[in-house]
């Protein structure tokens, strides 16, 4: 008796249930877009990947429409369970795709005008809508469970997590408020009610992230910016008016700490000349007087630069003005004369005694000013090393055709020491900004000292180089003039040396 020949075991479509072959095509298509992710995932947000992204959950689409599935229909409680199960997982799979796909092209048009991370708390809560969108489709759709008792569950946890987590709402409920009426975005610079300040590097659910100048990360909850005062400095575009408290002893003169200040304006190169400051006396005490002042700053400086020099400024016009008007000080040849004041001021002379101190303010001649008159121009040698006593003086020069101020010496700052210490010829135009008074030391008595004290030529050379390399002196460039500090103090010396007939 021989036994039955065994059939052939084959692989292909007889193998499978006749109601699953009309599944082929969709579960090919779901396989491809799996391939497709993991593909897209080595990739930049981009148009590339949106479209690739695009055309596989199309061809998944259409290879459910081919064979006649719909993601809103419920599979047929008639068919077999390898049948149901394999169409859920394919609609669960589309929806989910869905919700994925329409979240890449909303990022490709947020990417267009590089709003990323400007957006990114919107991109949170449309990609969480997404999805809770395809939730609730699967669960009403693929699983065919009636919304009404899902809501009625989720509103019971709702309740229960609404208690336990009321800080975290009310950050979250913020967080959409901050989002909606956009009293700041990510890049703008707030001032919050504590003082703190900084730029804005992200909105997220919970809070909002400051970084300060210093680059310490303030990450303050949106519920406490909602209640507070922020103040959005970046906001309407164009400059900010900056106000600055300043406090003067009552036995100062409200007019004359008024003058100092608004000549304080004056000297700072970052402060718009229009519209003009205002300086108002806010309040009178007995232990000080307080002023407020309001200017604009220059988009091309520093705010804090600006304010230093500023704050600087105002002391130094106040100190001059109180120095020129007490009668203890008029005299020369004393240590509180205003003559030596400025001697003192000068740092190339830091070095030498409280005699051939006296002796340079001896010479100190004084020359009267009135707006706009030169003092030098570009290109000349200066005769003189120059002290400003009172006023402003301005430093100008050309760049492209243009007038552009570079610098303005207030009170006790002093110019024009390159001609008289070494011969070299200015690179600015100076002239009065407003009246001023200027106290010249002559070449003559700087001349003098150097042949009394030859070995003063490294030190005022040093020192000259110093200002340089600061960019204080103005010195006009020269073809042997080197640029590292140490060989510019060897450059300056060798000019020292030249021009007064030194040989050291």
Known sequence: ?????????????????????????????????????????????????????????????????????????????????????????????????????????????????????????????????????????????????????????????????????????????????????????????????????????????????????????????????????????????????????????PTCRPSSVVTALRLAVVSCVGIEPAPPASIVTKEVGWQAIDYEVTFFISGQHSSDETLNTFFDAAHRHLEALAFLSSPSTAGDGHEGSVSRRLIDSIGIFGLLSNEERDQLAAALEVRELAPGEVLLRAGEVPAAISVVGYGVINASTQRDGQTVDVMRFSPCDYFGESGPVAGVATAANISAKTQAIVFELPKAAIAALLKRHPGLTQALAAKLAEREQRGEALMQPRHDMPATPHGLAAWVARCVEALHGLHL
Not at 38 to 49: F, H
Not at 80 to 103: C, K, N
Not at 182 to 197: A, F, K, N
């Open 1 to 249: 008796m021989t036994k039955p020949a065994c059939k052939p075991r084959t692989w292909g479509i007889e193998m499978l249930d006749a109601t699953l072959v009309p599944l082929t095509l969709p579960v090919l298509a779901v396989l491809l877009n799996l391939l497709t992710l993991l593909w897209c995932a080595r990739m930049e947000d981009g148009l590339p990947r949106t479209l690739l992204r695009c055309v596989a959950f199309g061809l998944l689409t259409a290879a459910m429409f081919h064979a006649h599935m719909t993601p809103t229909q419920t599979p047929d409680l008639s068919a077999s369970a390898e049948y149901r199960f394999t169409r859920g997982a394919v609609q669960i799979v589309w929806w989910l795709l869905a919700a994925s796909t329409a979240m890449t092209v909303v990022r490709l048009y947020f990417t267009i005008d590089d709003r990323t991370r400007k957006e990114r708390f919107t991109l949170d809560v449309l990609e969480t809508l997404l999805y809770l969108t395809a939730a609730v489709a699967i669960i009403t759709d693929v699983f065919d469970i009636p919304l009404k008792g899902v809501l009625a569950t989720s509103g019971a946890v709702a309740i229960v997590l609404g208690l336990a987590l009321q800080s975290t709402l009310a950050d979250l409920f913020s967080g959409f408020v901050i989002n909606a009426t956009t009293p700041y975005r990510v890049g703008d610079h707030i001032v919050l009610d504590d003082g703190s300040e900084g730029a804005v590097r992200e909105v997220t659910w919970r809070a909002t992230h400051v970084l300060k100048s210093n680059h310490d990360l303030i990450v303050v909850p949106n519920s406490v910016i909602a209640k507070s005062k922020v103040i959005n400095t970046s906001v309407p575009d164009g400059a900010h008016a900056t106000v600055v408290k300043f406090q003067a002893p």
